[in-house]
């Protein structure tokens, strides 16, 4: 049995999106008025890649219900015989072209659906049978559809490599001791993380050998000894010492943090993590960002920017990077993602004021050893509840 899915395409997409992907239609027909044919353009792309077929009907009206009505009736009229079943989609469009094509529709099409995304759940509304309860949203996005409905389109993702993954999962419990270590060495691995810096021109490790101010001792010594263990650096007690090759190099300039969310997520079990994520900006020229972490469960998006540098000594330029992730994060996430900050040294008063402004979850290295709790928490908060 053919069926199919009436869409009427606006700027937020998945509430478009998720419903076609947990029926699968053979078909989908996109109502779509001139200002959203960017947005018809990148749901018809997302919809092809799953091999539902789409079908456009342009230059709907957005007002004057006569004509609205008119153009539904006319869509009606050009689907007819195509799908044995048809759905009608009310989540998208403005609310007249919603209203416009519920009146005319309604006894048509064998039901109705609108996208709760706030409540993880699909609402039937009546049309031919008796009313239905409302049925929980399918996990059906991933990371690539998820930014793509949001413009950004992914070119480079960390799982794409399998040998750094390799790497990543070999570092998996250097990842946790340092994780579990953050609170107590935060000093040394900003030190650390300078140094590392400074040893590296872009993806290239130019200059492997460098020098701390003086000769560690104490807790850095014994930081530095297990580090050299574990082969991640070379240093034999002094000043002095020498990175390896650009992956550990990275690692230790900050990455270890990446993989350290990375890996609570995935233990956790969320539908799907990657780090490293590398994408353009649709419209942009080729505008490039990289997203650190990235989190989709429950069709919910978290970014996650991760810092070992040290911060809160220039409040304008804290400011400033949060507004930047703010900026770069509401455009991805879209209504109903959320973003963190997570960062290997204690944030300031001031830099938790500025970040709640920005609507930014700050996780500072007090609350790194317990990490897992925190991704549980949002992982249970997505998560559907019962209708």
């Known amino acids: 049995m053919a069926s199919m899915h009436i869409l009427l395409v606006s700027n937020q997409l998945l509430g478009n999106i998720i419903p076609t992907l947990m029926d699968r239609p053979d078909r989908a027909a996109l109502v779509v008025t001139e200002s959203m044919r960017p947005q018809a353009a990148r749901l018809t792309e997302i919809l092809e890649q799953q091999g539902i077929g789409v079908q456009r009907f342009d230059d709907a009206p957005e007002v004057d219900m006569p004509r609205l009505e008119e153009f539904a009736l006319d869509v009606l009229s050009r689907l007819a015989g195509q799908a044995d079943e048809l759905v009608l989609n009310l989540t998208g469009g403005t609310k007249l072209m919603a209203i416009g094509f519920l009146d005319v529709l309604r006894s048509d099409v064998d039901r109705c659906v609108y996208t709760d995304t706030a409540h993880g759940r699909l609402e039937i509304l009546p049309a031919r049978e008796p009313r239905q309860a409302p049925r929980p949203l399918g996990s059906v996005l991933d990371i690539p559809t998820y930014l793509l409905a949001q413009g950004f389109r992914v070119r480079q993702t960390g799982s794409a490599n399998d040998e750094y993954m390799d790497g990543v999962a070999d570092r998996k419990q250097l990842c946790k001791r340092l994780g579990r270590q953050a609170p107590d060495w935060g000093d040394f691995l900003g030190a650390l993380n300078n140094l590392a810096s400074r040893a590296m021109d872009g993806d290239e490790l130019v200059w492997p050998e460098q020098r701390f101010e003086s000769a560690p001792h104490g807790r850095w010594a014994k930081a530095l000894d297990w580090l050299s263990s574990e082969g991640l650096l070379d240093w034999e007690g002094g000043p002095d010492i020498a990175f390896l090759d650009p992956e550990r190099t990275r690692f230790l300039n900050g990455g270890w943090l990446e993989e350290y969310v990375y890996h609570w997520f995935v233990d956790e079990g969320a539908d799907h993590v990657d780090l490293s ?67 290997a040294r204690h944030p300031s008063e001031e830099m938790h004021k500025r970040a709640r402004q920005h609507g930014i979850e700050v996780i500072g290295p007090g609350r790194l050893p317990t990490f897992r709790s925190e991704v549980r928490g949002w992982l249970e908060a997505v998560r559907p509840k019962p209708a």
């Not at 978290?302 to 455009?331: I, P």
């Open 277 to 343: 994520v590398t994408g353009t900006w649709e419209g942009t020229h080729g505008a490039r960002n990289e997203l650190d972490v990235v989190a989709v469960h429950a069709n919910r998006l978290l970014v996650v920017e991760c810092k070992t540098t040290r911060h809160g000594r220039d409040v304008s330029a804290d400011d400033q990077q949060f507004y930047k992730l703010d900026s770069l994060s509401q455009d991805v996430r879209g209504l109903f993602g959320h973003t963190w900050f997570v960062t």
